[in-house]
């Protein structure tokens, strides 16, 4: 996983943002995202979503 996978979710979420006509959702299994190695993703969807 690069760089946490962050830099894939922040592609995906500034083109929803950006680009009215996409309305597009991720889903996440909660227990996926207590594993350590998606702490970088989390931590990224925390600062800008907040906590």
């Not at 950006?18 to 207590?34: H, K, M, Q, W």
């Not at 989390?42 to 907040?50: A, D, K, P």
Request: hydrophobic letters at 35%; glycine letters at 8%; a negative charge.
């Amino acid at each position: 996983m690069i760089n946490g996978g962050v830099p894939e979710l922040k592609k995906q979420l500034d083109l929803n943002d950006a680009v009215p006509e996409i309305s597009g959702t991720i889903l996440f299994r909660e227990d996926y995202l207590n594993k350590p190695q998606t702490q970088q993703a989390v931590s990224y969807l925390q600062s800008r979503w907040g906590s």
